[in-house]
């Protein structure tokens, strides 16, 4: 499957993003999603999780500001983000929530204070 997250940028603190991810075939109607970041010099992280269900699941660092959804269609993945702080920054990537496929390149965020 080729994943393609884009939306990333530069925003000031406080502001917002929306991110979107695309798959190829029925990805997203078949697996539990999530969205991962990684900062500069950390380890990839998962921040938010939809299950095929639709239930939803944050990172403690991340609750309350972000919104992972899937779009009516169901091949779009999205993340609203909100209130951004700088150590939002990193490489935002989409992939299956528990069993990830191969990676995509992601896209950047980068949020100045």
């Known amino acids: 499957v080729q994943l393609q997250a884009s939306g990333g940028g530069l925003v000031q603190a406080g502001g917002s993003l929306r991110l979107s991810c695309t798959a190829s075939?029925?990805?997203?109607?078949?697996?539990?999603m999530a969205w991962y970041r990684q900062g500069p010099g950390k380890q990839r992280e998962s921040v938010a999780i939809?299950?095929?269900?639709?239930?939803?699941q944050y990172a403690d660092s991340v609750k309350g500001r972000f919104t992972i959804s899937v779009g009516q269609s169901q091949n779009t993945l999205f993340l609203q983000m909100n209130s951004l702080k700088s150590e939002d920054t990193g490489v935002y990537y989409c992939?299956?929530?528990?069993?990830?496929?191969?990676w995509g390149p992601g896209t950047q965020v980068t949020v100045s204070s």
């Open positions: 992939n299956a929530a528990w069993r990830p496929e191969s």
């Open positions: 075939g029925r990805f997203f109607s078949i697996n539990d």
């Open positions: 939809v299950s095929v269900a639709g239930r939803t």
